[in-house]
Nanobody, 122 residues
Framework: VQLQASGGGLVQAGGSLRLSCAAS????????MGWFRQAPGKQRELVAA???????YYADSVKGRFTISRDNAENRVYLQMNSLRPEDTAVYYC?????????????????WGQGTLVTVSS
């Protein structure tokens, strides 16, 4: 199984980025997909997840600014990030889990991408 994240970069505050994660080696439609982030000196946290159908989760800090979506035909999951803030600076990881429902803990996710760095300048 491989999850390949891309789309990170340097952006000014207020700008936008779209992260993409390409999955291979798994039956993509059977997995819940999510995006985590880890800032320097902080724990990895769940930012957004697609639980089932239109049922999604967003951390309070990104609600109204980030949108997660998936394309089962392309085996991809996306994270559209708008109105970026300096505090959004982190390495962003895509992840996949076979567990049903919302899984907050990193230990509950089965596969991880390599991470893509997002830097938001003020």
């Amino acid at each position: 199984v491989q999850l390949q994240a891309s789309g990170g970069g340097l952006v000014q505050a207020g700008g936008s980025l779209r992260l993409s994660c390409a999955a291979s080696g798994l039956t993509f439609s059977r997995y819940r997909m999510g995006w985590f982030r880890q800032a320097p000196g902080k724990q990895r946290e769940l930012v957004a997840a697609i639980i089932s159908g239109d049922n999604t989760y967003y951390a309070d800090s990104v609600k109204g600014r980030f949108t997660i979506s998936r394309d089962n035909a392309e085996n991809r999951v996306y994270l559209q990030m708008n109105s970026l803030r300096p505090e959004d600076t982190a390495v962003y990881y895509c992840a996949a889990t076979r567990t049903f429902g919302l899984v907050m803990q990193t230990t509950g996710w089965d596969f991880w991408g390599q991470g893509t760095l997002v830097t938001v300048s003020s």
